[in-house]
C-alpha cells in the first residue's frame, strides 16, 4: 500500500487528498472530503446506495478505485443541484418517498442519470434503470411516482425556459 | 497595363499554389488510406488447407469453451447478461441497451471496473465489459454446435469479422479475460493456449460446422 497526492473534482470544487489509489472512492468522498451524504451499503456493487456520478455515469463509488476517478468529474448527492431544488429531490419531497432514508441519495443519483437520458420514462424505463438500487424499506411505490412527478417538473421547467 | 499583367500572373501564382497544396493534401490523404489498408491486410494471408475431420475435431474443443460461463454468460438468447457457473439471469436484470453496455443508471461500466474487484462475488472487471450489441446480439446461449459453427463464420452474425479478423479475436482482451475471471469462478474447461490452438486449426481446416 502506498499513498500519494490525488486530484479529485468533485462538485465543481477540486481536492487533493493524500491516499491509497486503490481507496474505494466512496471512503475518500466520506472520510477524507467529509462529503457523507453518498451512503455504504453493501460493498460490493449489489445495493446501489453509494451511487455517485462519474462524468455523468451512476457508478457505484464503493467499488471504484479512487484512480479511476482522478481527474474525472464526480457529483455526488451534495452537488446534484445548488439549493436542493433538482427536479427529483423537489419530488422527493412532494411525495414523502423515504422512509429511513438511507437509501436515497443513490436512488436519486440512479434516477438523474435517467431522466438525463430518457426525459419521459415509463414504468418500464423506471425498472430498467432502478433496478440496482435495493431499498429495504420498500418504498418502491413512491420512488417511482416520485420518478414520474420529477420528470413532469422538468418538463415544465423546460418549458418555462 | 504592366501592372495589369503583374496582377494576372500574382493571381496565376496563387491559383497555382492553391492547387499545387490541395493536390497534395488529396496524395497524403491518399497515402494515409493506403498506409491504414496496408496495415490493416499486412498480416499473413490465410491459408486454409481443407480438412473437414480436424476441423469438425477442433471445433468439439472451441464449442466447450464457448459453452462454458465465462463465454456464455455474455452472449445471452435473452437481453440481460447471465451470472455465475450455472449461468443464471444477472441480479438486478440489467438489460443489453443499443450498444450492449447497458441502459441508463444500469450500465455495465458502473459496477464493472477496468479489473477485477477484489474478493468473492465481486463484479469482475474488463475496461471493453460489454455484452454484443442490440442489432447483432451473437447468442451462443441454447446453440447447437451445428448452429453456433455457422454463426460463427457468418460475417452478419459475427460482428462483421473475416477469418482473418476472427483468428485475431482469440486474443482480444475480453476472451483473455474470461481465463481470468476473478475469485470464485471456474476457468474454461480448457487453458486460451488450447483453445487458441483448437480455434485456430477449426478455422484453418475449413471452418467446419459439426453435422445437426
Avoid at chain 1, 132 to 145: D, E
Amino acid at each position: 500500500m502506498f499513498f500519494t497526492m490525488i486530484s479529485l473534482n468533485i462538485n465543481q470544487k477540486l481536492y487533493e487528498v493524500d491516499a491509497d489509489p486503490e481507496m474505494p472512492l466512496l471512503w475518500v468522498i466520506r472520510d477524507l472530503v467529509g462529503l457523507t451524504g453518498t451512503k455504504y451499503g453493501c460493498g460490493v456493487a449489489q445495493c446501489g446506495a453509494c451511487v455517485v456520478h462519474l462524468n455523468g455515469e451512476a457508478v457505484r463509488s464503493c467499488i471504484t478505485k479512487v484512480s479511476r476517478a482522478s481527474g474525472q468529474k464526480i457529483t455526488t448527492i451534495e452537488g446534484l443541484s445548488k439549493d436542493n431544488d433538482h427536479p427529483l429531490q423537489l419530488a422527493w419531497n412532494e411525495e414523502n418517498v423515504p422512509q429511513c432514508g438511507y437509501c436515497h441519495s443513490g436512488q436519486i443519483m440512479s434516477a438523474a442519470v435517467l431522466l438525463r437520458e430518457n426525459p419521459t420514462p415509463t414504468d418500464e424505463d423506471i425498472n430498467n434503470a432502478m433496478a440496482g438500487n435495493i431499498c429495504r424499506c420498500g418504498t418502491y411505490p413512491r420512488i417511482r411516482k416520485a420518478i414520474h412527478l420529477a420528470a413532469e417538473m422538468q418538463k415544465k421547467k423546460g418549458a418555462e425556459k | 497595363m504592366m501592372n495589369f499583367n503583374l496582377k494576372r500572373k500574382g493571381k496565376f501564382y496563387r491559383s497555382a499554389a492553391i492547387l499545387t497544396v490541395l493536390v497534395c493534401l488529396v496524395m497524403v490523404m491518399a497515402f494515409g488510406l493506403n498506409t491504414t489498408h496496408h496495415v490493416a491486410s499486412s498480416t499473413t494471408p490465410l491459408i486454409i488447407k481443407k480438412d473437414s475431420l480436424a476441423s469438425v475435431k477442433a471445433f468439439k474443443e472451441v464449442y466447450r469453451v464457448l459453452k462454458s460461463p465465462r463465454c456464455m454468460n455474455c452472449h445471452p438468447s435473452g437481453d440481460i447478461p447471465l451470472q455465475g457457473d450455472d449461468s443464471h439471469l444477472h441480479t438486478m436484470s440489467p438489460k443489453r441497451g443499443v450498444e450492449g453496455k447497458g441502459l441508463f443508471a444500469m450500465k455495465c461500466a458502473n459496477c464493472h471496473q477496468p479489473q477485477n474487484a477484489p474478493g468473492v462475488h465481486t463484479p469482475p472487471g474488463n475496461p471493453n465489459w460489454h455484452l454484443p450489441p442490440a442489432d447483432m446480439k451473437m447468442v451462443f446461449q441454447g446453440k447447437t454446435p451445428y448452429q453456433l459453427a455457422k454463426q460463427l463464420v457468418n460475417p452478419k452474425q459475427n460482428g462483421n469479422k473475416n477469418m482473418q479478423q476472427l483468428i485475431e479475436h482469440a486474443d482480444d482482451g475480453l476472451v483473455l479475460s474470461g481465463w481470468n475471471p476473478g475469485e470464485g469462478r471456474t476457468l474454461p474447461p480448457i487453458s486460451h493456449a488450447e483453445f487458441k490452438k483448437a480455434w485456430i486449426t477449426w478455422i484453418k481446416t475449413g471452418a467446419y460446422a459439426p453435422k445437426k
